[in-house]
């Protein structure tokens, strides 16, 4: 079945860093959303992007469609506390269903005190 | 706001017992979800409505079943209660139509069965 491979699974970072993570699908997507998980809270969408090569961008988060339609990026600028928890990507599912969505395992956030 | 709530924060429950998930969404909309999270395994989908009384399995359902006998509560039922079933579990409803794709999720349920 489809699978979404995210990466890196978990990263330590510096309070002011900049942070960057990806995703990568096993068959081209037609959308590509972005979740954050705050620790003890459900996941929340950040960002949805609809076309290859789309670049949006949501305060410091920044997201791409890539252009072979099979990866997405997020970034984020100069990390903040609050920025700790899990980021999930995610698509839709089989045959392009648009509601069901698979995720990504998640890249967990931390930042060294 | 759409809003996906969750009746319980936490539960703890015995080996054996009989446990209801609640979920209820304010929206009047079709589609809701239940899965569950464990670290390293990400979001596992369990089960899956499209309408009232309509449920269809996700790729984990065993030792789970649901029921959705109003269109804004989803239920999710473990018949008896095991330790494997420890997990936080969330209940999500896809957005309206209209609205950004995806879907909304409850804050989750982080259930301990002992």
């Known amino acids: 079945g489809q699978q979404l491979n995210q990466s890196p699974q978990s990263m330590f970072i510096q309070e002011g860093e900049d942070v960057s993570m990806n995703c990568t699908s096993s068959s081209i997507f037609n959308t590509w959303l972005w979740y954050k998980q705050d620790p003890g809270e459900g996941p929340v969408l950040l960002i949805a992007l609809y076309k290859a090569g789309e670049l949006t961008s949501n305060g410091r988060l920044t997201a791409q469609f890539g252009i072979t339609r099979k990866d997405s990026f997020l970034n984020i600028s100069a990390s903040i506390p609050s920025d700790v928890g899990i980021y999930f990507c995610?698509?839709?599912?089989?045959?392009?269903?648009?509601?069901?969505?698979?995720f990504g395992k998640g890249t967990r956030l931390h930042i060294l005190p | 706001d759409v809003k996906v709530t969750q009746s319980s924060r936490y539960l703890v429950k015995r080996t054996g017992e009989k446990v209801f998930l609640e979920c209820v969404q304010d929206m009047d909309h079709e589609n809701m979800f239940w899965y569950r999270q464990d670290p390293g395994l990400g979001l596992r989908l369990i089960y899956f409505s499209y309408d009232v009384k309509m449920k269809e399995k996700g790729d984990i359902p065993e030792g789970y079943s649901v029921s959705r006998e109003k269109k804004e509560r989803f239920s999710l039922i473990l018949e008896s209660a095991s330790t494997n079933q420890t997990s936080m579990y969330l209940c999500?409803?896809?957005?309206?139509?209209?609205?950004?794709?995806?879907?909304?999720f409850g804050s989750g349920t982080r259930l301990t069965v002992v």
């Open positions: 995610a698509g839709p599912g089989k045959l392009n269903r648009d509601d069901k969505i698979i």
């Open positions: 999500a409803s896809i957005l309206p139509s209209g609205t950004a794709y995806g879907y909304t």
